[in-house]
């Protein structure tokens, strides 16, 4: 499983609280038109994070150039959400869980 570690506050309530952890809960690939369309679900803590306990799930749709097939989708959806630049993700780090994507297929994303 991959995610994306940065802190974005929202409101519950009068209180002020952060969703820290984002992963990929779903994804669709339009290979024709060239679009992803995924659910990001958030998550308060790391350990929320492990067991499944999302705070919120958003949609985004977005376009891409190129992929590598041979990524998992999830991955792949990450990484491309970090390259646009005027959304919160942008340059940050794509981390996995188990740590062992091969750092080779990466560069030919």
């Avoid at 990001?40 to 705070?55: K, V």
């Avoid at 999830?74 to 340059?91: A, H, K, P, R």
């Amino acid at each position: 499983m991959f995610y994306i570690e940065k802190q974005i506050p929202y409101l519950d309530n009068l209180q002020v609280k952060y969703q820290t952890y984002h992963t990929i809960s779903q994804a669709r690939i339009d290979y024709i038109n060239r679009e992803i369309e995924i659910n990001i679900a958030s998550f308060e803590t790391f350990d929320d994070l492990l067991q499944g306990n999302n705070r919120s799930i958003s949609g985004l749709l977005f376009n891409y150039k190129d992929i590598n097939r041979t990524l998992p989708i999830d991955y792949i959806s990450l990484y491309l959400l970090t390259q646009i630049e005027d959304n919160v993700f942008f340059g940050r780090e794509v981390k996995e869980i188990n740590n062992n994507i091969d750092s080779d297929l990466i560069k030919d994303l």
